[in-house]
T-cell receptor, first 112, second 110 residues
Framework: DAGVTQSPTHLIKTRGQHVTLRCSPISGHKSVSWYQQVLGQGPQFIFQYYEKEERGRGNFPDRFSARQFPNYSSELNVNALLLGDSALYLC???????????FGSGTRLTVV | AQSVSQHNHHVILSEAASLELGCNYSYGGTVNLFWYVQYPGQHLQLLLKYFSGDPLVKGIKGFEAEFIKSKFSFNLRKPSVQWSDTAEYFCALDTDKLIFGTGTRLQVFP
């Protein structure tokens, strides 16, 4: 029984580059949320998608965007990377918003 | 404003000691609360959750939490900690998105 899978697990990018992170939810889950966890802090909400529609957006700049595909997988895109974007990016899936969340192992992004 | 506060940033205990981690929230709607644990190098795992009903919630690995509405609190407890409980603990409030506290780092020494 596959959990939430995220790829890649680790990534190193240069300032100004673009990055795409991917998430596959648990089978049957229709909602995917993205969180950013900076070292020493709690995860911060970035986006939530449900049934391929954006349901919520956190306080992040427009350089951050996301989408959900018909199979409910999701991508998080970050343009014009800054050093401060270095963090663990977490994906969480749920049957629907507010129903309880299962987290993936995350993608560790390092911007140099 | 919706928020979650964890006042214990770093807790150090010896094995068999009792644990209580504080969590306070600010939210005017229906309260769904969670405690997550993050073991070193691992992903967030759900310890327990409160949606409604009995305010004393039991979770995995012997953890429990009590929801006290009048105090806006959802403290995590364990009567006797083990070395394997060393981890980061996060309290979270669900408002259709999860709002996390800053976390409490627990170190348990043998």
């Amino acid at each position: 029984d596959a959990g939430v899978t995220q790829s890649p697990t680790h990534l190193i990018k240069t300032r100004g580059q673009h990055v795409t992170l991917r998430c596959s939810p648990i089978s049957g889950h229709k909602s995917v949320s993205w969180y950013q966890q900076v070292l020493g802090q709690g995860p911060q909400f970035i986006f939530q998608y449900y049934e391929k529609e954006e349901r919520g957006r956190g306080n992040f700049p427009d350089r951050f965007s996301a989408r959900q595909f018909p199979n409910y997988s999701s991508e998080l895109n970050v343009n014009a990377l800054l050093l401060g974007d270095s963090a663990l990016y977490l994906c969480a899936s749920s049957l629907e918003p507010g129903y309880g969340y299962t987290f993936g192992s995350g993608t560790r992004l390092t911007v140099v | 404003a919706q928020s979650v506060s964890q006042h214990n940033h770093h807790v150090i205990l010896s094995e068999a000691a009792s644990l209580e981690l504080g969590c306070n929230y600010s939210y005017g709607g229906t309260v769904n609360l969670f405690w997550y644990v993050q073991y070193p190098g691992q992903h967030l795992q759900l310890l327990l959750k409160y949606f409604s009903g009995d305010p004393l919630v039991k979770g995995i690995k012997g953890f429990e939490a009590e929801f006290i509405k009048s105090k806006f609190s959802f403290n995590l407890r364990k009567p006797s900690v083990q070395w394997s409980d060393t981890a980061e603990y996060f309290c979270a409030l669900d408002t259709d998105k999860l709002i996390f506290g800053t976390g409490t780092r627990l170190q348990v020494f043998p």
